[in-house]
């Protein structure tokens, strides 16, 4: 065995010390000194490893926070934009049942966007409420997409309904064809002229010559001729059976054929025909039959739109 020798000199004194040492003792305190060294760095590493996760870990914690706050922003927005679209719902079924139309099933307008989960994410989703919030957020944003879009169809076709309801009334008769006193009304009357007793088919509107006479709604003009009884007269087509007829026209103002709008002029107030002054003989046909024009008459300027 080789042994090391030392000697230790005391200070102050002429003694010494000697010893003998193993050589082994010293590859042992290097071996334990190089141990110490790499346990110190080891643990220094470990220590900046530790701080890094927490520094990143807590940084993740805050945004996962954020996150969920985020998600419970949206989610309440989602469920005032639900109440919001519900209500436009009720709105348009109030809409439909105004105009007589059927009202759509309210379960048809809860959608949902179904279909297989793969168990592996669902497990993933079970184990992590930020990503089930998410999930259940994407689900009822698609069905509110799918209201959206059914709401749109919906009011697609009302706009249709009313667009063609909307010709129908422009075609109905609405308004005072001229301006005037009412001198005689719908029903038995004795004739000024001819003094016989008989139906008077409609309304005496008198006025000075001249005065405007318009077409109390759209339609086409089926006749603009001389009679020997109405004088100068027109008769305007309106379509769905309507039909209105006015006489005793100074001038009229139209051709067969003419399609003519509500308010357009049509003629000129006259004494034309069997008349005793100045007057327009207004009549309106329904189905074949003449009705009483007072009935087709709004008040205050005002006419089926």
């Known amino acids: 065995m080789s042994f090391f020798k030392t000697t230790i000199h005391l200070q102050g004194s002429s003694k010494s010390l000697s010893l003998k040492l193993p050589d082994w003792m010293f590859r042992v305190f290097f071996a334990v000194r190089k141990v110490i060294i790499v346990g110190l760095l080891l643990l220094f590493i470990q220590a ?4 890094t996760y927490q520094h990143f ?3 993740a914690i805050q945004q996962r926070a954020s996150l969920d ?14 109440q919001n679209i519900d209500s436009l719902f009720e709105e348009e079924d109030l809409v439909y049942a105004k105009f007589g139309l059927t009202v759509a099933d309210r379960n048809s307008r809860e959608l949902g966007t179904g279909g297989i989960i793969d168990p592996a ?4 989703r079970s184990t992590s409420p930020t990503l089930e919030l998410a999930d259940a957020l994407q689900e009822k944003s698609n069905q509110l997409a799918n209201k959206i879009l059914m709401n749109l169809g919906s009011f697609a076709s009302v706009n249709n ?3 063609k309801q909307h ?11 001229t301006r005037g006193r009412y001198v005689s009304p719908f029903g038995s009357r004795r004739h000024p002229i001819t003094g016989v007793v008989r139906m008077h088919k409609g309304i ?21 001729q ?9 008769a305007i087509d309106h379509g769905n059976g309507y039909e209105t007829k006015y006489g005793h026209m100074q001038a009229y103002m139209v051709k067969p054929g003419q399609f003519v709008k509500r308010y357009q002029i049509i003629g000129y107030m006259g004494n034309t025909g069997l008349s005793a002054g100045p007057h327009l003989h207004y009549e309106v046909w329904m189905n074949g039959n003449a009705v009483n024009p007072v009935q087709y008459i709004l008040p205050n300027d005002h006419a089926i739109e």
């Open 57 to 59: 870990l807590g940084k």
């Open 121 to 124: 994410l669902q497990l993933v």
């Open 48 to 51: 900046g490893l530790l701080y």
């Open 69 to 82: 706050n985020e998600l419970q922003s949206l989610q309440t927005h989602l469920s005032s934009l639900n």
């Open 204 to 224: 005496d509107v008198a006025n000075d010559r001249w005065t405007p006479i318009f077409a109390s709604a759209d339609g086409v003009v089926q006749r603009a």
């Open 226 to 234: 001389f009679s020997s009884s109405l004088g100068n007269f027109v």
């Open 161 to 163: 309904y009313i667009q």
């Open 167 to 177: 010709s129908n009334w422009q075609s109905i008769p609405s308004i005072a064809p």
